[in-house]
């Protein structure tokens, strides 16, 4: 894994002004980044913005902005640089530009029936939207690639961090041994279904990726948006409709909230297998990112480090992600 992208405030300051045309009032750090993201919060007398800086290019600069000037309102889109791109760069890295949306993300503000409702409205109108070449000859398209699942059955073998001191990292190890036939089987059962649908080839839709609450927003008004773009891709429409009763962080786990939402979204098949296949995948993502991150990395005990592990052993709780991609599959 990158080390988290760094760069002098100046010099996110004058890429501002001199890529877009707004002249910085205050800039901060902000929370949302992780190992490989770092977002800043910027004040200005144009209005209120957020940069995102990553080493890698998102999945698919244009299509936010592209569904946004298609009439989906609750797409937050990058803001155009002068000479009309999505993003830019500062050195080596993918600097993007966002307009700054006031509220709480649907971890800490649960969505109301109503907002269920607006948002299966929304991601219905995203499946349905009819590409120009233009953005979908740009986007990344679904392979079904084995690569997080060979990384996650490497970690499986992983030996205990020499350093007595590395609690975080003896810890994560510890847990991998004890779910070591869950994630094994969660692996097999992601291979296993990836083979049945390249196969089966089922229609591709434009897709988020990472629909999980924290990137649903709620604004000041009820309002409701949909953040962080960078994972979309050209999919079946189960890599996104797997986070409604996923459990993804704890949450969206609740027969009543898939019913409120599907009230939106309309008609549609679901495919059982595609939806079983994105959930146990997902899982399966999740164990390598978390495993880099806490065993590559290295670095002093931190808090969040510990918060990183807490969050991976949360997934084996009750009703949470592990479970539900487990029942899942066993209803296939």
């Known amino acids: 894994m990158s080390p988290k992208p760094d760069v002098a405030v100046r010099q996110v300051v004058a890429h501002i002004r001199d890529v877009y045309g707004i002249d910085v009032r205050h800039i901060s750090l902000a929370d949302g980044g992780d190992a490989e993201v770092t977002v800043y919060r910027i004040d200005s007398d144009e209005g209120r913005y957020f940069l995102k800086l990553r080493q890698e290019q998102p999945g698919s600069p244009p299509l936010a902005r592209y569904l946004a000037d298609a009439g989906i309102r609750q797409m937050v889109a990058p803001v155009s640089t ?7 760069r500062i050195g080596d890295l993918t600097a993007t530009l966002f307009p700054f949306v006031e509220g709480e993300n649907g971890f800490l503000r649960p969505l109301t029936e109503e907002q269920w409702t607006s948002f299966g409205a929304v991601l219905r109108a995203v499946h349905d939207a009819n590409l120009p070449p233009t953005v979908s000859e740009k986007m990344r398209r679904e392979t079904y690639s084995n690569a997080s699942r060979s990384t996650a059955l490497g970690y499986l073998a992983a030996e205990p961090p020499r350093s007595q001191e590395d609690n975080v990292a003896r810890e994560l190890i510890s847990l991998l041994a004890t779910k070591r ?13 990836a083979a049945s649908l390249r196969h089966r080839a089922l229609p591709s839709v434009p897709t988020h990726g990472d629909l999980h609450a924290g990137n649903v927003l709620i604004d000041n008004t009820g309002s409701l948006f949909i953040v962080d773009w960078d994972d979309a891709a050209l999919a079946a429409k189960e890599r996104d409709l797997m986070f409604v009763g996923g459990g993804v962080g704890g949450v969206w786990n609740r027969p009543e909230e898939a019913a409120a939402f599907y009230r939106g979204y ?9 939806l079983a296949y994105y959930r146990c995948q997902r899982v399966v993502e999740d164990i390598a990112v978390y495993c880099d991150r806490l065993l590559l990395e290295g670095g002093d005990e931190g808090a969040e480090r510990e918060e990183s592990l807490r969050r991976f052993a949360s997934a084996f709780y009750p009703n949470d992600v592990v479970e539900i991609a487990e029942r899942t599959f066993a209803g296939l």
Request: aromatic residues 0%; negative net charge; proline residues 0%.
């Open 82 to 88: 002068r000479d009309g791109h999505s993003s830019g």
């Open 181 to 193: 036939r869950q994630i094994k089987a969660l692996v097999e059962h992601a291979e296993l279904l």
């Open 266 to 274: 309309g008609a549609a098949t679901v495919d059982a297998e595609a």
